[in-house]
């Protein structure tokens, strides 16, 4: 892993410090991409991480009911092979969300019990 330092303003560096534990997340989801209705979902989870919560919050987190209701959609679409392309894409962003996801749990969770459940070193 490398570390990184960077000048940022007073008022910025004040909204990062809320989320310092799960800035490394933000960034990347940031940078990920996402172009399609699934970046709703992703501007929720930084919402989230932005104020800060502890790694029991994180641990817990779960996506809103109407991001959950339009996986299912995507999910009977593609069970009945009607998903158009569009949709295809939305369905492959929205699992490259759930595994950044899952990790940023698994995470909270080492935070919480004090050591790496992956394998990891501890701090």
Do not use: C
Not at 64 to 91: K, P
Request: charged share 25%.
């Amino acid at each position: 892993m490398v570390e990184m330092t960077m000048r940022v303003s007073d008022n910025l560096a004040l909204k990062l410090r809320r989320m310092n534990k799960w800035l490394p997340t933000v960034l990347e989801l940031s940078l990920a991409g996402f172009k399609t209705p699934a970046a709703r979902t992703v501007s929720e989870l930084i919402g989230f991480l932005s104020k800060g919560p502890t790694p029991k919050q994180v641990a817990s987190y779960k996506v809103s009911e109407r991001s959950q209701q339009r996986l299912r959609h995507l999910l009977a679409l593609n069970q009945s092979s009607l998903l158009s392309e569009e949709e295809q894409a939305e369905l492959e962003e929205i699992e490259t969300l759930e595994h950044l996801v899952t990790m940023l749990k698994v995470r909270a969770r080492e935070q919480s019990v004090g050591k790496p459940l992956l394998g990891g070193k501890g701090k």
